[in-house]
């Protein structure tokens, strides 16, 4: 081989490198596709973390709101109505899922 055949030779195999990368990058890709399809939906999953998160975090803020404003209302700071509007806040904020289910229950949906 001369020199020259050999250079070449060299450069058509740097060449395919970069094709043979890009390959298995698709592929790699396809694969993660394939599993992400299959292990459910990723919004699902997170939303129902953070409203996991959301209800440990609020539970101790909801029983203190709920003691603070019935204490304030008993001594004549705020009305009744304002405690009436929290112990409402808290049923919804914490009912929030059984009620959707509940009113797609209704409507078959």
Do not use: D, K, N, Y
Not at 10 to 32: E, I, K, N
Not at 66 to 94: E, P
């Amino acid at each position: 081989m001369c020199p020259s055949e050999v250079s070449t030779a060299r450069h058509g195999a740097a060449r395919s490198t970069p094709r043979v990368q890009r390959a298995l990058v698709l592929m790699l890709f396809a694969m993660l596709g394939w599993g992400t399809a299959c292990a459910g939906s990723p919004f699902a999953t997170g939303s129902g973390a953070m409203q996991t998160q959301l209800v440990s975090i609020l539970t101790p803020l909801a029983a203190v709101a709920v003691m603070v404003s019935g204490v304030m209302a008993w001594f004549g700071r705020i009305s009744w109505w304002w405690m009436v509007g929290v112990v409402l806040g808290t049923v919804l904020v914490f009912g929030g899922p059984q009620i959707v289910s509940w009113i797609r229950g209704m409507f078959g949906v």
